[in-house]
């Protein structure tokens, strides 16, 4: 069988949560042309508490559209990264906003304050997800950073494309950061 | 890396989406609807991209009047279509009846959620197969077929329409939760790619139309209301000429040929995809976002060295016994995973006739049947 890639996103409802999931399978499939499947949580659990957005690339036609054991896991809230966490690969990657999520179930989790960072820098607290964004790509190379922008441009509302380009690059940084060990 | 076609537009859509999309496509000038989860996209987006080719979008006030609506417009010369859910489905049952009788092509998507009644309105279900075939009273002829990707909601709905139009018939399209809201990546072909079938219409001077006359295809050229070939339609059991009829010699040819008109054209509308089905010993029969998790436990298992393969059924109706068939015969056992209590498992027991084993796995939970749960089976069986 063909590579498969799983990444969950997760977070609670009102975080751009869905919107990344959507960006991220944009960027995967039609900028970077793999095949996708994307998911998200639907129905009352879908609003607050734990809301999730899963994307699957493949190089394949993709046969189950859902996530069996995520390789990588966003958490931006402490009650996803509790509620998700066992799901996880044990090789995965899970990447945490610090500023939300206080108590890591791993010493491995790579904790970067996605929210204070676009309350600080970004002065909207909405683009921390477009934050989040930029440093998961960075990290696991997952897209291409010029597909993951090109969609993200394509898809935020008219007016705000300078905001976003500026919150992918406040996440890029902040992850090259990280590598870097500082 | 990259095979996919390089024609056309690729897009990120969700099921409910492609839907809009393969119906534009085929030539749906009219819909008509009540929003409902989880169809509720499809009018949501057939509001704005109708209107804007020149087609018409009516919210009604329910899915009784969507249907009346649809078969109203169809007779208008419109190919016209509703979606809906478990509860909307269930009050389009009389419509769909007068639909088939009238012999007034439509198609009728049924985005399945758990039921009955009101149910589980957000939750994933396969309930509805049963309802689908026989869900209007009386015998009559029904196609339904069911969607697994959102490359299917695009394509299945094309021939959904295709289908309706060449044999004068109401189209079923059951798709799920699942199927309407996961998002893929898809290529939109050109227009001109589209194999497009249109109904045929009468070409006699309009006083020698006979409206309900036999052929050898056993459908009947289809006049357009107010282009001059006036008959009369009705839901009764009508004579050749559409008027009611009570008379034996005239009711048995009707009943026959409607039922003819789809048994004679069983392989044309015949859709199924076998994956690893040639040298199967265990054969897994499934349709619908359950076949995805199918697909994907049929190749573990041959990783294993379990000999599984997967029937993939298209076509839910007519049935596709003739492609089952043979396998009944040849494979150790038959593993039917869907999302009910046993619907179409039921129909595979029945032309099974004891020759092999069938196994089943039923969730109604409201969650889909994982990869784990089909293999764990096959690996036990």
Request: charged residues 20%.
């Amino acid at each position: 069988m063909g590579y498969r890639y799983e990444v969950r996103l997760s977070g609670s409802g009102g975080q751009g949560i869905i919107m990344a999931g959507i960006i991220l399978a944009e960027a995967a499939g039609v900028y970077d042309g793999k095949y996708v499947c994307q998911t998200q949580s639907y129905g009352p659990e879908a609003r607050g508490g734990a809301s999730k957005a899963e994307v699957v690339i493949s190089d394949e036609e993709i046969d189950y559209p859902k996530a069996i054991k995520p390789d990588v896991l966003l958490a931006m809230n402490q009650k996803s990264c509790d509620a998700y966490f066992f799901d996880l690969k044990p090789e995965g990657t899970l990447v945490v906003d610090s500023t939300f999520v206080k108590q890591t179930p791993t010493t491995r989790a790579i904790a970067i304050p996605f929210t204070q960072i676009a309350r600080a820098e970004l002065k909207k607290e909405m683009v921390a997800n477009i934050v989040a964004l930029g440093a998961l790509a960075t990290l696991t190379k997952v897209v291409s950073l010029g597909s993951l922008e090109a969609a993200v441009l394509a898809r935020v509302p008219a007016g705000t494309e300078d905001l976003n380009r500026k919150a992918l690059e406040a996440g890029i940084n902040a992850a090259k950061l990280y590598m870097q060990g500082l | 890396m990259n095979e996919q076609a390089t024609t056309g537009r690729q897009v990120l859509l969700q099921g409910n989406e492609a839907m809009v999309e393969g119906a534009l496509a085929a030539g749906c000038t009219f819909f008509a609807g009540y929003p409902i989860t989880p169809a509720t996209e499809i009018s949501e987006v057939m509001s704005v991209k109708l209107p804007a080719v020149g087609g018409t979008f009516i919210q009604m006030e329910d899915e009784i009047a969507s249907m009346g609506a649809i078969i109203g417009a169809s007779l208008a010369g419109a190919k016209s279509m509703t979606a809906t859910s478990g509860p909307g489905f269930s009050l389009m049952q009389e419509n769909l009846g007068f639909a088939c009788v009238a012999e007034v092509p439509c198609v009728v998507v049924n985005v399945m959620r758990g039921g009955p009644s009101t149910g589980l309105p957000t939750n994933v279900s396969q309930g509805d197969v049963m309802q689908a075939r026989w869900g209007t009273h009386g015998d009559h002829p029904i196609i339904v077929l069911a969607v697994s990707s959102t490359k299917d909601c695009f394509d299945i709905t094309v021939k959904a329409f295709n289908l309706a139009e060449k044999y004068r018939t109401p189209v079923i399209i059951l798709s799920d939760e699942v199927v309407g809201h996961t998002r893929e990546k898809i290529n939109l072909p050109h227009p001109g790619e589209i194999e497009v079938i249109d109904r045929i219409r009468p070409n006699m001077p309009p006083e020698w139309y006979v409206p309900y006359e036999d052929n050898s295809r056993g459908v009947p050229p289809m006049g357009i209301f107010g282009d001059g070939y006036r008959y009369h339609v009705t839901g009764l059991i009508h004579d050749v000429r559409g008027f009611p009829t009570q008379r034996p010699d005239e009711i048995v040819p009707f009943l026959n040929r409607i039922h003819r008109k789809i048994s004679q054209h069983f392989f044309d509308i015949l859709m199924v995809e076998e994956e690893l089905a040639e040298d199967a010993e265990i054969l897994v029969v499934a349709y619908g976002s359950v076949a995805r998790s199918a697909k994907r436990a049929v190749r573990e298992a041959r990783q294993r060295g379990v000999k599984a393969g997967l029937l993939q059924l298209i076509t839910l109706w007519p049935f596709p016994r003739q492609i089952l068939e043979p396998y009944l015969r040849k494979v150790k056992a038959v593993l039917v995973p869907e999302l009910n209590m046993g619907q179409v498992s039921r129909e595979v027991k029945r032309i099974n006739q004891g020759v092999t084993r069938v196994e089943t796995i039923n969730r109604i939970d409201g969650n889909l049947i994982t990869p784990e749960e089909i293999l764990v089976r096959l690996i036990k069986m």
